[in-house]
């Protein structure tokens, strides 16, 4: 069985407060978007849970047992009892660029298992065990824009229909973590909450939405914030950093193919969902 894990962006990031359990409140927006991975489970011979993964594409680091896929089966396991499985990943979304890729794996890990083996899990159950790999990982089962609060992971539905805009991603070879990320994080609460300035008409997102990330990511990194210039010098309506970065977008009105003007970078265009 196959599916095809997409990834997001994040419209405005706000980093509010430090939290007592050592996490930061957070308030963004995430959005769909249909640049996708590749993900294969099929059944495996034998009678005790377990997951044997293969990856292809991007060359992913760390031990097999780090792999969100393999965290989300056995999570999964935890609750049913799941027979053997082989996988397949073939991955195409960058790692370490803010667009959550490794958490829709994840998610599609969960989706793919609940209909292989028909475990009859609901989109609230799935969301749920989801919750256990990563904040932003529930966000991908049903995976609609949301205005998300928490540490991430707590979401309200969001009516934001973008689909007569064209995206275009731009990943430099800049990789940043998430605690480098907030190394530099001073938090804040803005003057109005991006509850309010997401209803605005998108012509106006550029003076009153940002990423909180981008004053530490440009600032140590300052491709990236050239690759957010150059967005807005070839047309974007929008440009901002995606997440905790590295990873920059525009939306456009018009379709562009920008490949040639960021020939050290990854590029990925297309319509948005």
Not at 94 to 118: C, E, M, V, Y
Not at 182 to 192: D, L
């Amino acid at each position: 069985m196959i599916t095809f894990p997409g990834c997001k962006i994040n419209i405005g990031l706000n980093v509010l407060e430090k939290r007592q359990d050592g996490y930061h409140s957070l308030e963004t927006v995430f959005y769909p978007v249909s640049w996708t991975d590749l993900l294969e489970i099929v059944p495996a011979g034998g009678k005790v849970s377990s997951m044997v993964i293969k990856s292809t594409g991007i060359r992913m680091y760390g031990p097999r047992e780090k792999n969100l896929c393999m965290k989300a089966y056995m999570e999964l396991s935890r609750h049913y009892s799941l027979p053997p499985v082989k996988s397949h990943l073939h991955k195409i979304v960058p790692i370490g660029a803010g667009l959550g890729g490794g958490s829709a794996d994840a998610a599609h890990t969960l989706l793919l298992l609940n209909k292989l083996f028909r475990l009859g899990m609901s989109d609230s159950d799935l969301e749920s065990i989801a919750a256990e790999l990563g904040s932003d990982c529930p966000f991908f089962i049903k995976n609609k824009a949301v205005i998300a609060s928490g540490r991430g992971e707590i979401f309200e539905p969001l009516n934001l229909k973008l689909k007569n805009y064209f995206l275009t991603i731009v990943k430099p070879r800049v990789h940043v973590s998430t605690a480098e990320a907030y190394s530099g994080i001073q938090p804040r609460k803005p003057a109005v909450s991006l509850k309010e300035l997401i209803r605005l008409p998108i012509d106006s997102w550029k003076e009153n939405i940002s990423n909180d990330f981008e004053d530490v990511i440009f600032n140590k990194y300052p491709s990236v914030a050239k690759i957010k210039q150059n967005l807005y010098k070839l047309g974007a309506v929008y440009a901002s950093m995606s997440g905790s970065g590295s990873a920059v977008y525009g939306i456009f009105k018009e379709e562009k193919n920008l490949s040639a003007y960021f020939r050290s970078c990854t590029v990925w265009h297309g319509k948005m969902n």
